[in-house]
């Protein structure tokens, strides 16, 4: 009577155990890179808008600042998007009849304001604060990016819990003057870390131990 | 009825291959003569399990709020049947762990079957940390991994030392009894008749070919294994008596916990064994392996567990009043004569009471009584958790905010539906694998056949050796070359 | 020619098995064997038996240095995560207790330390014997297959034993009292 | 909710009004919603409507709303058209001025009870009311509330309320109904078969849009109508003075205060304020004098009877003969009933007292007791020289009404069923409910041809009306009111009417002829003619912003003539035998609020009682009566009898079933089906008070009742600490006595930057719940339903315990405001496994919903018992209307997750952003949580306890300040300051 497995079997076994654990860990880490790829997160997607306006055309050409449009970005929680009269302040001149800007003149027509699509959309459970961070000296780039670079705004980051908290535990990383707060590919002069020391002082922004509280962020 | 006599461990007049043969050929019937009875438990147990499934189905749809839970007793069903579950899966390890440390061989019939218990017992008390969360879908929450929120479980919560203290008990016990099963499995392999048996059991045993360097390595892991599920089993059980003892809610906070609910589950655990051991001896025959002097045993440590149990609940309440704590007094006094009360009472007279029946050989050796006994030290258990969860939870300190638990449907099918599950599990196993340790049994029947067995030269110094032996110095040395 | 004949005999022969009825009778045929200077032989029992390894001259197992191992790893690093977790990587004020509140961690550590322990343990077993090998020459004798796990006793000596040589090793091996000598191919 | 200080507020109101000038111009934003009323695309207009709010409502989809019970069928049709979760944003088209995203604006407004204006506060955000408080400048709240006030939200966006014209079961528009009243009115003629009954009425503009209508058509009769109006009061002023005078009381001159059977913290026009007046009186360490003293017999246990000093439960017809004692003691030319009299123990110590007090002394009657009573406690009070000091006299506030309520609406109703009544108007008022069972009102009602009734709902009312007209909320319309004391002040609306309703004076107007006259010209005209001199533009806008009219509060009738008693007869012969006994309820008042999930779910302050009222019995009644909790009761009086469930309270009177109005209504919404039982059913016009004669059998079947508190007494366990003044001066310790300093292995990090604590003072807590509901709203706190309460799974994140001290045939009662104790050795925190509750840097126990797996640990392990658990998705997602209703600061919890309170801590964020981007710290009394804005009596205070000058602080260095259960070491920063009684050494209350 022949053995049940041929002589073969055993390299057989010992190799299925070996790939076994390569597939598992491929697998684990494949999950791990995919939640942080864009297509999980959506950073640096387009997202379509009714009027494809041109970020990086009015910031970086035309120099606006960001709160000529997001008039509530240093006065409370919402950064606010401009009305329709905003954009018809300059657009009642300028390109009046440029058919990409059609949606804004029917908006402001009718009264029915335009429907843009949302890039950030944080949890209901999260309560950011534009006001807060702003007259704190965490400037838009930090978290929005190089706008002035961007036709459609895109999205950043992934806004992930971990990416406020590293923040919040040692804001010095990353705090600025408050002049430069809107400036876009701002660069410090000087190591960082010691102005941002100094700054988390000059703007008696709260201690980690505070800034790390749950109740910051989740009420 | 029958009376036992004073009997050995095992039979007289057995040897290698009728033991093999008595215990292996049971799982290796052909599927054609399977028993019928087999199939109809088989059955009867799926039946009851589907009981769970629908009561977990009900719970995950519409929530807690399906139980009787409520302010301010939270805790109810759930963490009971956990508790139970986990007593009950203490037996096996202790059996085969502590008694083997202590060389009582007369462990060997029964240590693999209470591991097997034990497994399934420790699966169902798995199942109701997971099921009494409020969002059981995040139940990974209580577990450290790297997450996007940088967060990490909160470490000073017994219920993260449960998740860490379970989740060991249930891996290093499957282990254990895999190890154990290892060359019984060689065995299954070498009388399987069909072939894909032949080749399941054959992987399953991963060529284990008896050899002495097998044996060697082999027996010194399992010794190990048992030092370490020594500590381990009586670590589980405190931390669940940490559970409580943790909190301030007063029945709840009290020292003595740990040591008090291990006692408890050993004896709940042997309880257990005798409940399922008594009819499947019947069932299989194992009469010859399975002896008055096992059944007795098992007596004797479920009195003197007892006894234990009993001098915790004497301490509670000596506590209660000696510590001048009003609290603690109001809920003992509640326990007395409350809501609860014929619960109480209920379990102090199956824990308690009953079992000093023990005492008597008479009813020591009478299976039957032995059997109604453990039966009723199984219910007395259960209700000695109920009582501790939920009477001190139901009459904290404020008595604005007072209000009694009452069970719903969803509670109790899910308790009866996880016995359910058990019996499966078992039936299952006592189909498809050696319910005793043959290997084992196989040892114990040379060793008792062996004062009459011929004297071969030096045979007496390999006796006289404790194994696994240790080599003197010198054949270590000259076994150098030998590899 | 003869010799020959021997040499690609030997090619495909794993070596001889003899057969024991009692393990008393396999202690002594071991010690024999080994006297006789063979290294590369193997006993087989059905369950453990007494003696065997210093009439083999085995080395008494590692096992317990490899479980120790893995439990010192174990309870290293279970300490050290709920340290760095509350202490360094998110300290919060949980019920104004402190930071580093090492009596809390005591059992979670014991956990590993045990589990990390078994697992080293089972993968040291795993490693010292081989495992899983589902392929062994012995198999290849059918009488071995039916007996060595149940009632017999074997002892194998291989042919890649410089002393082997199958007539005298064979003699040898009957006169150690086995009830039967085969051959086994590889 | 950016701050409740005062000087802030003003700019903000004043910006607000504005605002609402401006708006009601020009064509903005703020337009109508009319169309919102059938269309069934709320969702998508109100995007149109209100971007901001829309952009909001984009993710508040999927944040969770409070939830009506059944209100998610009522909205079916709606809620199918939902997009859940939205993604999109939506800009103003032109931004309105003041409207900053994310920021509340405060609207001064009043809201109406049973006619009289209570001066308010509405928080708006995003164009949506969600919260009202009382007005600080307005005389009848002074910044406190009352539960249905701090309900009205939820009244607002109730997804019940009627939403079209009906005529006959069919839906209609405005247009159609005044097109038929044009034809209609042709034939009134001199308006003999038109008559008008509505509710009581203060306000100036509507009373004078009457005058206009009763010009036009002589003939037409107004009858004012309410269950609970104030008509013994008045009566028994006409009594002693002739005149329907209307009293009214000042407790912060009382020193001695005898109340009749007078539940003045509760049913009197003015409740609120007398809660302040009367609070700030009963600290034992006072600013103002000496602390009061409360002596209280009464007819049923209220919640002024709990607070009292000295408390008698007697049959309530026995209490006229206990006044005429005291008169006669008083030397009043009354006759005194011969022999003893309830009370009689009382008799001598009381009449000394009250003498000593002289004009400090108040004497006051409840409208329970017959105009005897009160003609009584008039004519004690001027002979004691208290009118004028502690109690003035003033016409009455609904102009004209002369306390005839009952006897105009019986004869109404026999003119309607004798068939002379032609066209029924009815304004805020459901008579098929609470008209009195002897008149029959209902088919009376069917005689009349044309009945026009304005309905929040579609009501018992309404449903046999021939036109059922939608009513404008109090929140919706334009209008003003007058206060207890006369006050005037502005009804303003803060959002458009909903549902196209109409206010009272739209429904006038077009009964006048002008269907398309706006409520907000009507009322400006109006007031154009009143105030004269300046420009009233600017005198506008100001009253706007303040809401009150200043000095308009009555003046004191001048020369009040000396009472006279000749005019009442002798003492009613002591009727024996058992007598039954009605009250406004608790929680739904007449009956108005029954379809307010939140007041139905809200424990009534004695007996814990929700979802249902109960025939109340004294224990020792019911062991007589052989008569369990929950049974059955059929209750006789005269011909008419009822069923009721039996409750046994101990401190009811002994022989007295005691039912409380506004249950057992059939028609209006699902939130009030089959909930309690309707006490107009032997209620008679004869006597709607009280009436002897009473036959209690005990019927087959128990009926559950759902309380919230199953247990009496405190089991000897130091939790409410309390003492006598006496007592309290000789030991001022005496909270801590027997005391253990707790230790702690855990050494006492210290404390930096802000410590919020709380404190409660238990002298000033008199049960109210008004805190409860406040809470509710700020925090959307769903309402579970009744059966969930039975199994204990009510929500309420503070609650207040009450417990009885003393025998059950005559206890005390304590109450014990539980809120989270944020305990600095939080037990809750160290058993959770997930780090979803924690402590901040500021000492707030945290609440991280979103954390939360719901192992419900740190509820076992909470000693306060105050963490509630989401059983079930007790959050209703799908009703539309209820978005608005959202607090969009506080994450709503979805199922499976543990909630409490957290010390509002959306305000205290809001707070430090506000205070850092202003760079100053933030002072005391800037965050205030919403319980503490909404107690009347200012038992809560809220702030900083690292500030040594804060108002907590102090009130923590007290040694009357302790903590609940603090021998466990919790360190709990709610702590509350230990209760003083004042009863009279002279009186020996027999236990």
Known sequence: MPPIFSSRSNTFVRVSIVVGLIAITAIVGYLVWWTHSSTFNQVGVKVPQPVPFPHNFHVAVLGLNCRYCHTGVDKAAFADLPPTETCMSCHSQIATNDPALAPVRDSWKTGKPIAWNKVYQVPDYVYFNHQAHVGKGVACETCHGRVDQMTTAVKANAMYMSFCVDCHRDPAQYVRPRANVYDMGYKPDGDQHKIGEKLVKDYAILPPTQLMNCSICHR | MEILEQTPIIEPGHTSLSVTSAIADVPLTPIRRTPVGWIAGLLLAFAIMMALLYAVGALFIEGIGVWGVNAPVGWAFAIVNFVWWIGIGHAGTLISAILLLLRQDWRTSINRFAEAMTLFAVANAALFPILHLGRPWLFFYLMPYPNSMGLWPQFRSPLVWDVFAITTYALVSLLFWYMGLVPDLATMRDRAKNIWAKRIYALASLGWRGSARHWSHYLSLYLLMAALATPLVISVHSIVGMDFAYGLVPGWHSTIFPPYFVAGAVFSGFAMVLTLLIPLRAAFHWKDFITARHLENMAKVMLSMGLVVAYGYLMEIFNAFYSGDIFERANTLDRFTGFYSPLFWGLIAANVVIPQLLWFKGVRRNVLVLFVISLIVNVGMWLERFVIIVQSLSKDFLPSSWHIYLPTIYDILTYVGTLGLFLTLLFLFLRVLPAISIFEMRELVHETGHHNAVAVENATDGKAQVYPAKPTKKEADTAKGGR | MDNTLIEDKKQKLYGLLAKFDTPEALVAATRRVYEAGYRKFDAYSPYPVEGLQQAMHLRSSPMPFIVLAGAIIGGVSGFGMQAFATVIDYPQNIGGRPLFSWPAYIPITFELIILLGAFAGVAGLFFFTRFPQPYHPVFNSADFNAHASQDSFYLGIEADDPQFQLERTQRLMEQLGSVQVSEIEA | ?991
């Open chain 4, 1 to 991: 909710m950016t701050t409740n200080s005062d000087e802030q507020r003003q700019p903000l109101d004043l910006a607000a009004a504005r605002q609402q000038l401006r708006e009601k111009k020009g064509k903005d934003y703020w337009r109508s919603l009319n169309e919102l009323a059938n269309s069934p695309e709320f969702e998508k207009v109100i995007e149109q409507e209100y971007p901001r709010q829309a952009s909001l409502l984009g993710t508040l989809n999927r944040r969770d709303f409070l939830k009506v019970l059944g209100a998610s069928l009522a909205l079916a049709g709606l809620t199918a058209c939902v997009p859940q979760g939205s993604d999109k944003i939506l800009p103003y088209v032109k931004p309105p001025e003041v409207l900053l995203p994310g920021k509340p604006v405060l609207f001064a407004s009043t809201v109406l009870q049973d006619g009289y204006g209570q001066g308010v506060l509405i928080t708006t955000t995003m164009g949506r009311p969600i919260k009202v408080d009382g007005n600080p400048k307005h005389p009848a709240t002074l910044g406190g509330s009352d539960v249905f006030m701090q309900a009205l939200p939820l009244e607002l966006y109730d997804p019940e309320r009627l939403k079209q014209v009906m005529n006959q079961k069919t839906a209609k528009t405005w247009g159609d109904f005044t097109n038929a009243l044009g034809s209609l009115s042709g034939n009134w003629g001199q308006g003999a078969g038109l008559r008008i009954l509505s509710g009581m009425t203060t306000s100036p503009s509507l009373i004078d849009q009457m005058g206009a209508l009763l010009k036009k058509y002589p003939q037409a009769k107004w009858v004012q109508f309410s269950p609970v109006a104030r008509n013994n009061s008045l009566a028994g002023a006409n009594l002693v003075f002739g005149q329907p005078y209307e009293p009214v009381y000042d407790f912060s001159k009382a020193d001695v205060i005898l109340s009749l059977d007078c539940d003045f913290l509760f049913a009197e026009p003015g409740h609120v304020r007398y809660g302040r007046d009367f609070g700030v009186r009963r600290q034992p360490i006072s600013a103002n004098g000496t602390m009061n003293r409360l002596y209280m017999i009464e007819g049923s246990s209220t919640m002024t009877g709990s607070n009292a000093d000295h408390r008698l439960a007697v049959k309530p017809s026995q209490i006229e003969g206990f006044a005429r004692a005291i008169a006669a003691r008083l030397g009043l030319a009354v006759t005194a009933p011969t022999g003893d009299v309830a009370g009689q123990p009382w008799l001598d110590a009381l009449t000394a007292d009250l003498k000593s007090a002289g004009k400090g002394a108040l004497v006051l009657a409840g409208e329970r007791q017959p105009a005897a009573v009160h003609a009584l406690a008039y004519a004690i009070n001027q002979a004691l020289g208290a009118v004028g000091n502690t109690v003035n006299f003033i016409a009455p506030v609904a102009q004209g009404y002369a306390g005839d309520g009952y006897t105009a609406l019986k004869t109404l109703a026999q003119e309607m069923s004798s068939g002379a009544v032609d066209t029924l108007v009815i304004l805020d008022s459901n008579p098929a409910y609470t008209a009195p069972a002897d008149l029959d009102f209902v088919k009376a009602m069917g005689k009349v041809k044309n009945v026009i009734t304005l309905a929040n709902a579609m009501d018992e009312t309404a449903v046999l009306s021939s036109w059922a007209i939608p009513a404008a909320h109090s929140m919706e319309s334009w209008g003003d009111a007058r206060a207890f004391d006369g006050t005037i002040s502005i009804i303003q609306p803060t959002i458009e009417p909903l549902y196209g309703g109409k206010s009272a004076l739209e429904l006038i107007a077009a009964l006048l002829g002008q269907p398309v006259a706006r409520g907000y010209d009507l009322l400006r005209t109006y007031w154009q003619g009143q105030l004269k001199g300046g420009d009233f533009a600017l005198t506008w806008r100001d009253l706007l912003g303040k809401g009150v009219i200043a000095d308009t509060a009555s003046a004191p009738i001048a020369s009040l003539p000396t009472a006279t008693l000749n005019g009442m007869g002798a003492l009613p012969a002591a009727a024996s035998g058992m007598e039954i006994v009605f009250e406004p309820d608790y929680t739904v008042w007449d009956g108005r609020f029954t379809n307010n999930a939140w007041l139905q779910e809200l424990p009534k302050p004695l007996s814990k009682l929700t979802w249902d009222n109960a025939a109340y019995l004294s224990p020792a009644t019911a062991t007589k009566l052989a008569i369990t909790d929950g049974d059955m009761l059929i209750l006789h009086v005269g011909e008419r009898n009822m069923q009721a469930a039996a409750s046994i309270q101990p401190g009811q009177p002994d022989d007295v079933v005691v039912l409380s109005l506004g249950y057992g209504r059939k028609e209006g919404g699902s939130v009030l089906a089959n909930s309690g039982f309707n006490a107009n059913l032997i209620r008679t016009s004869a006597a709607p008070w009280f009436q002897s004669g009473l036959q209690v059998t005990k019927g087959r079947e128990k009926y559950t009742l759902a309380t919230t508190h199953e247990h009496w007494t405190m089991e000897n366990r130091d939790l409410v600490r309390s003492t006598d003044l006496e007592d309290y001066k000789a030991h001022p310790n005496f909270a801590h006595d027997g005391e253990e300093q707790a230790i702690t292995l855990y050494g006492q990090e210290e404390r930096t930057g802000y410590a919020w604590g709380m404190s409660i003072n238990l002298n000033s807590c008199i049960g109210c719940n008004a805190c409860v509901i406040a809470c509710q709203s700020e925090n959307n706190i769903p309402t579970v339903g009744k059966d969930q309460v039975i199994r204990g799974r009510e929500m309420h994140w503070i609650r207040i315990d009450r417990y009885y001290k003393g025998s059950a045939n005559r206890p005390r009662f304590v109450y014990q405001p539980v809120p989270c104790m944020h305990c600095e050795k939080a037990p809750c925190e160290v058993v959770c496994p997930v780090e979803a509750t924690s402590h901040s840097a500021e000492g707030i126990n945290e609440m991280t919903y979103n954390r939360c797996v719901g192992t419900r640990y740190c509820a076992n392990n909470c000693p306060y018992k105050v963490r509630r658990f989401n059983f079930y998705k007790y959050v209703d997602e799908n009703v539309a209307s209820m978005r608005a209703l959202r607090n969009p600061d506080v994450t709503a919890r979805s199922r499976g997750v543990m909630e409490k309170c957290t010390y509002c801590v959306q305000r205290v964020n809001e707070a430090r952003i506000q205070a850092e981007a202003e760079g100053r710290p933030i002072a005391d009394g800037e965050v205030q949580t919403a319980c503490q804005v909404a107690c009347p009596t200012q038992a809560i205070v809220f702030g900083n306890i690292n500030d040594a000058n804060s108002t907590v602080r102090k009130l923590k260095d007290l040694p009357l300040n302790y903590g609940l259960l603090a021998d466990l070491g919790t360190q709990p920063r709610t702590t509350y300051v230990a209760q003083v009684k004042n009863p009279n050494p002279m009186i020996k209350e027999e236990a």
